[in-house]
């Protein structure tokens, strides 16, 4: 792939503005930027939008608009602007999650450290400070990839899944991390665990964190954890609004 | 009272469906809804009123007793249905009596049976929609001893049919290229859409697999392709080369390549192919695409024209032998559309 965006049709419903063949930070804050520009545009025919890790999806129904129309004013927005120098968008938020790092609820702490090569206290150090930003929201609903941790982060997938991680399981690989919305399999380590349900049905806001938003851990002990579990979906979150 | 739906037994993967959520894909949650649209739409013809949710029933259906007279049809794939023991047809809508039992058995053909009732399901709808996504935790399945409040119904015909499409057997696929299509190069396309693929038992709501009657599929570079978004139809090729159509539960963003993507009017097709059933995949160009999904779209939007009233089954006309039942005669055993030349 060149440098330049691509434009592409997406079957017959939709059309996919893509900044880069492999995830870079830049690539990824050009999707969220364009996305919100594409909102901001309001063109009637588009029935909605989503940004992945490194595009920018619009759903647009082929059958009844013309793919050339829409190309040719995505191609004059994408023109209008360098986005891959674009600042994120206004209203993001700064969330404190509360993470139980005890073994017992991360049961590949150990190992991801040993992979990374540092020892679990410096792991922990790591992990604390450091401040992720929502990638984007996908796979399941409302679950969160948060990025880009420092290269040494960069831990493979595993061959083996783990059959089943609970709802709130925080996993890392390929320099990020990923806070599961459902309980699924996955082949991603298990390092932490939170009482943050990030998809809630019932919640008034059923998916809280939006792409674009910050997210830093802080350690909670075991018994804090049951005490958040108890009490609602949040899990303890708290957020303040980003300058 | 509210009038109620109370199911007696139920099948192991009987939902609630609508046509989804739209609009929540930026959270990551995909439409959903039922997995052959077109049979809301016919139940809706059916039924004169607007699309509303049915309960969806995969291979088995279940037995129903209604607390007041109450409209139903039944649409998609035809299943063994009964009221009190008389059978009663399918692709037709009839009237429940109070009180009476409505069994739905298996499956005769295709996969998947709705039931729907004039004036709809009235269970609390969640994010704007009363479809289960059960991937996504929303709803579940029902079971035994449930009760479904019925909406109010605004009246309307019963012992009306609509002879559906046949989509119960599988066969051919219309298909059309995607974002990841040019991964797999011209030659692999190709034998992809000369291959006959039979329906896996692998199948529920995230999508359905398809056996080639040869070698996988492959894309160059597969294990470093970006997780992208999906759309339903897509067609997407895992380890072992064998592809999975992704259906409307699909998770919305997905890492392994998908080769091409089924025309969204096929869909119904792929949802009700029967296990073991063959099909095959016909390459459209874009163009192609966009004008055969026009002309499905306006045979949807005619299909009230097409509803007529059932002719009335012999067994119930009290002065049958008054009617002149047999003018000319047909051999029961010679093959009617056997050429004789």
Redesign the interface.
């Known amino acids: 792939m060149t440098d330049a965006p691509q434009i592409?049709?997406?079957?017959?419903?939709?059309v996919?503005v893509?900044f880069?063949?492999?995830?870079t930070e830049q690539a990824n804050l050009a999707a969220v930027a364009f996305?919100a520009e594409v909102d901001a545009q309001g063109w009637p025919e588009v029935?909605?939008?989503?940004?992945?890790?490194?595009?920018t999806?619009l759903?647009v129904d082929?059958?009844?608009v013309e793919?050339q129309d829409i190309f040719a004013r995505l191609s004059a927005l994408l023109d209008s602007y360098d986005w891959r120098t674009a600042a994120l968008p206004a209203g993001r938020k700064l969330w404190t999650l509360p993470v139980c790092f005890d073994p017992d609820v991360a049961p590949q702490l150990e190992d991801a450290a040993r992979v990374a090569g540092v020892t679990v206290k410096e792991a922990l150090a790591h992990f604390e400070a450091a401040r992720t930003r929502v990638i984007?929201?996908?796979?399941?609903?409302?679950?969160p990839y948060l990025g880009m941790l420092p290269d040494q982060w960069d831990l493979p997938r595993q061959a083996n899944l783990i059959p089943r991680v609970p709802i709130g399981a925080l996993v890392i690989a390929v320099r990020q991390f990923v806070l599961f919305?459902?309980s699924a399999p996955t082949g991603w380590r298990h390092v932490g665990q939170t009482a943050f349900r990030p998809?809630d049905?019932?919640r008034d806001v059923?998916?809280v964190l939006s792409?674009g938003d910050e997210v830093r851990f802080a350690r909670i002990t075991a018994s804090e954890l049951a005490e958040l579990e108890a009490k609602d979906s949040l899990g303890g979150a708290e957020w303040s609004l980003l300058p | 009272m509210t009038p109620a739906l109370e199911i007696l037994d139920a099948g192991p993967a009987m939902t609630l469906q609508d046509l989804g959520r739209?609009?929540?894909?930026?959270?990551?949650?995909t439409r959903g809804g039922a997995m052959d649209r077109l049979a809301l739409h016919e139940a809706a013809a059916l039924l004169s009123q607007p699309i509303k949710a049915a309960l969806e029933m995969v291979g088995l259906g279940g037995t129903f007793k209604a607390s007041a007279d109450t409209r139903i049809a039944l649409t998609g794939a035809p299943m063994a249905a009964t009221i009190d023991k008389e059978p009663v047809s399918w692709h037709g809508s009839h009237l429940l009596p109070a009180g009476s039992v409505l069994m739905i058995g298996g499956v005769k053909s295709g996969a998947i049976g709705y039931l729907s009732v004039g004036g709809g399901f009235a269970s609390p709808e969640?994010?704007g929609a009363r479809s289960a996504h059960l991937?996504?935790?929303?709803g579940s399945t029902c079971v035994a001893g449930q009760t479904l409040l019925l909406g109010r119904d605004m009246g309307g015909n019963t012992d009306m049919v609509l002879h559906p499409d046949n989509r119960f057997t599988g066969g051919e696929i219309g298909i059309?290229?995607?974002?990841q299509t040019h991964l797999f190069g011209e030659p692999e396309l190709e034998r992809f859409v000369k291959t006959t693929f039979v329906r896996d038992a692998r199948a529920n709501r995230q999508g359905i697999r398809m056996n080639p009657d040869c070698t996988g599929f492959s894309a160059a570079g597969a294990l470093?392709v970006?997780?992208?978004?999906i759309?339903p139809?897509?067609i997407q090729i895992t380890g072992d080369g064998a592809p999975y159509v992704l259906m409307c539960e699909s998770?919305?963003?997905?890492g392994y390549p998908r080769i091409a993507?089924v025309?969204?009017s096929d869909i119904p097709r792929v949802a009700q192919t029967p296990l073991g059933a063959g099909l095959r995949f016909r390459l459209y160009s874009?163009q192609e695409?966009?004008a055969r999904?026009?002309k499905a779209?306006a045979e949807v939007a005619r299909l009230r024209t097409r509803v007529v009233s059932r002719v009335r089954e012999p067994h119930t006309i009290a002065d049958l032998l008054a009617y002149t039942l047999v003018s000319g005669v047909v051999s029961a055993t010679d093959d009617p559309f056997e050429g004789k030349a």
């Open positions: 592409a049709r997406v079957g017959v419903s939709g996919l893509t880069g063949d492999t995830l996305r029935q909605e939008t989503a940004s992945t890790l490194v595009s999806f759903v082929l059958i009844v793919y984007t929201l996908g796979f399941a609903p409302g679950q919305a459902t998809f049905p019932a059923p998916v792409p | 739209a609009g929540q894909l930026a959270s990551g949650l969640t994010m991937v996504a935790g929303i059309t290229t995607s974002i470093k970006v997780s992208e978004i759309v139809g897509d998770q919305s963003t997905g993507t025309l969204p874009f695409a966009v999904e026009a779209r």
